[in-house]
């Protein structure tokens, strides 16, 4: 009878820790993310956005979920190819929360990408956090579409930045007057083309070699042999990817080094750094970090073991910031019910604690403090303009390339 | 004035890597192969692989690169586009099937390298020293493929245009009915060329990765101006393809540094219509008859 009873309650206990444990897996939180894995910008997601969500989705899930009110519940993650696709963008949108009944969904990567899809997002009701979406639109995005938030920063502040380096410079009078000015020929390119090229001017700056390019060029000898001809004291090109490479290589090939030479997207990526070695000293880039915060190198070294691949020193770290936010705000309402965890990212009191330093959404749902500005020093893509962020570098002068 | 013209040569050396391939295919196979470009990306991702992993050069990775591109691509033809040639009624249905069929291998071959190398970007630095013609520095690495680019050229047309082998290619390319009343297998000869089109395609990829960043989607880019070119130099000409690539890279170039970079693309389109509206035929090509 003795030994039956203790079996019993041994049963029972198992039973209960079995029901238990299966109350715990049984909740999940569905996150769903659709961004390039192939078209023009895979290359681009490859470095910035996947290996973030995941390494996200892999340490909450390490560390037990998401609190919520009634126990915690993992993240299952369902992802999609929106092949740099704006329409696919928007049809993987519309799968997500019809097909597959996510809770939460990932911005999708790159400026273009997120305004294509910012209609859907709204109409479903989906917080849309962006973090790899550059725009000087935050008011009138924020009006049209309140789910719609902005922590990678605004284009303006990026070209003033860059003015502003170039300003402080020549009063310190390491440089002249005399600037290149170069872009991609699409929404990005011209935008910061149209700020920097006002800014600099207004400044006093004179712009002495303008030009733009297609999306996609490579061969850019013409253009580094314009800009050279034009002697100018500083270099700037509002780049993608490809083209950020080219236009490096094609300096160093025809020895065009002007003390300032500032390339846009992907100058901050690893493999800048991995190309071009020490010969990437100097040069500037939009974005950085502070690489001295441990926050910062917790991130890169997470980053490093899950993926094999370290994080850029810019978007990586805002990516995977977006989701920390919607994070914090799920177990703040210990709800996945998408309108209060929306209530409660809009209400503009709420502090998050991220790898980027505490964020807070100003009443156009931006954040105001990000990285404007970076320099590769000494094998690390450093922060050296920043609205409101800590651990700001000095610049150096670009001297040469040899 | 010197520069725009090296500048230019170099750049139509290139595109030369791009589309000479697709000329053979095309030509001689009757094959318009849209899988072309990711070909030319597979070529590079190999150059690169072999070059990060065991510091192998990329021309040195030739000698690899471009038999087993000819191996894979011999394969794909007798297995996956003999059919087609078998069952189609007529070139002009040969060439729908074959556009549907190796745009779909495309996206099998963009599938298979984020497979294998992931998504990401692709470049590495060799030979990236400057080299000074007239005056000017231009990219040793460049000089070297459009060196390259000339010898594969070059004998290319020697072997069409001097040996048994070219003529019966060459007779293939002008009309398969009649090279099989001669005697000519033409299921083998259009092999033959579709496999060789593809080894110097991989190559041209190769020797592009030493200054093109690569990523697996980018094929398509590669695609779409070897079609251009080789519509611009002729079908089945591969004299007719070179002149058309270097037209279009000294053109380029000009347009980039004269006028405006912006205007580039114009200016290859502007070149490309010249081409379709006066001759039709391609600069090399020969009159229906």
């Known amino acids: 009878m003795k030994r039956r009873t203790v079996m019993m309650s041994m049963a029972t206990a198992a039973l209960l820790a079995l029901g238990a444990a299966s109350a715990q897996a049984q909740d999940v939180i569905r996150l769903g993310a659709a961004a390039p894995k192939t078209g023009p910008l895979a290359g681009g997601a490859d470095v910035t956005h996947w290996p973030a969500v995941r390494l996200w989705v892999h340490q909450t899930n390490e560390a037990g979920g998401l609190q919520l009110a009634d126990g915690p519940a993992l993240i299952e993650l369902i992802e999609y190819d929106d092949q740099t696709n704006p329409q696919q963008a928007i049809q993987a949108a519309q799968r997500m929360a019809t097909q597959d009944r996510v809770d939460f969904m990932v911005a999708p990567y790159s400026t273009g990408l997120n305004l294509a899809a910012a209609p859907i997002f709204s109409q479903l009701g989906y917080p849309q956090i962006t973090g790899s979406n550059v725009t000087n639109q935050q008011p009138e995005l924020s009006a049209q579409f309140p789910g719609m938030f902005f922590v990678l920063g605004r284009t303006g502040g990026m070209a003033e930045d860059t003015a502003q380096v170039l300003v402080d410079l020549r009063t310190a009078g390491d440089i002249g007057d005399r600037v290149a000015l170069v872009n991609v020929a699409d929404a990005f390119g011209i935008e910061m083309a149209g700020i920097s090229r006002a800014v600099l001017e207004e400044n006093g700056f004179e712009i002495v070699y303008q030009t733009s390019y297609p999306l996609g060029t490579q061969d850019i000898a013409p253009i580094i042999d314009g800009a050279r001809a034009a002697e100018p004291d500083a270099f700037i090109a509002w780049s993608y990817p490809g083209d950020t490479f080219a236009l490096t290589d094609q300096a160093i090939v025809q020895n065009f080094a002007p003390k300032v030479f500032f390339t846009a997207v992907a100058t901050a990526f690893p493999s800048y750094a991995g190309r071009f070695g020490a010969q990437a000293e100097g040069v500037m880039g939009m974005g950085g970090v502070n690489p001295d915060d441990p926050a910062f190198q917790a991130f890169a070294e997470a980053h490093m073991d899950l993926t094999g691949q370290g994080p850029d020193f810019w978007a990586s770290a805002s990516t995977y910031a977006t989701l920390e936010i919607l994070g914090q705000a799920i177990e703040a309402t210990g709800s996945k019910d998408r309108a209060v965890v929306m209530a409660y990212l809009q209400d503009h009191a709420n502090i998050y604690d991220t790898v980027l330093g505490p964020i807070q959404f100003d009443e156009t749902n931006n954040n105001e403090r990000y990285w404007t500005v970076g320099q590769w020093q000494d094998g690390v893509f450093r922060g050296v303009a920043a609205r409101g962020r800590d651990g700001v570098s000095d610049i150096i002068l670009k001297d040469g390339w040899d | ?289």
């Open chain 2, 1 to 289: 004035m010197f520069f725009i013209l090296i500048t230019g040569l170099l750049l139509g050396g290139t595109y030369a890597l791009i589309a000479m391939g697709l000329n053979l295919q095309y030509g001689v196979a009757r094959i318009m192969n849209l899988a072309n470009g990711e070909m030319l990306v597979a070529g590079g991702f190999a150059a690169f692989w072999v070059y990060t992993a065991g510091q192998v050069s990329p021309i040195a990775a030739l000698l690899v690169v471009a038999p087993v591109a000819f191996g894979v691509n011999w394969l794909i033809y007798t297995l996956m586009l003999r059919p087609l040639v078998r069952r189609a009624k007529s070139r002009g249905a040969l060439e729908v099937d074959s556009i549907l069929a190796t745009f779909g291998l495309s996206f099998v071959f963009v599938g298979v390298m984020s497979w294998l190398f992931g998504g990401g970007y692709f470049n590495y630095s060799y030979l990236a020293q400057r080299v000074d013609i007239f005056g000017s520095s231009y990219g040793q690495n460049r000089v070297v493929a459009f060196s390259i680019a000339s010898l594969i050229a070059a004998g290319l047309w020697i072997w069409l245009s001097y040996t048994r082998a070219g003529l019966r290619m060459r007779a293939v390319a002008v009309d398969p009915d009649s090279a099989r009343l001669v005697g000519i297998d033409v299921p083998a000869v259009s092999a033959l060329a579709f496999g060789l089109g593809a080894a110097v395609t991989a190559s041209g990829g190769a020797l592009i990765s030493m200054f093109f960043t690569l990523d697996a989607s980018v094929g398509i880019l590669f695609t779409m101006k070897a079609l251009i070119i080789v519509i611009m130099g002729g079908v089945g000409d591969i004299r007719g393809t070179i002149v058309a690539a270097l037209i279009l890279g000294i053109a380029e170039t000009f347009v980039a540094r004269v006028i405006d970079p912006g205007l580039t693309l114009a200016a290859a389109y502007v070149l490309f219509l010249g081409v379709l509206l006066f001759r039709p035929q391609g600069l090399f090509g020969k009159k229906p008859t």
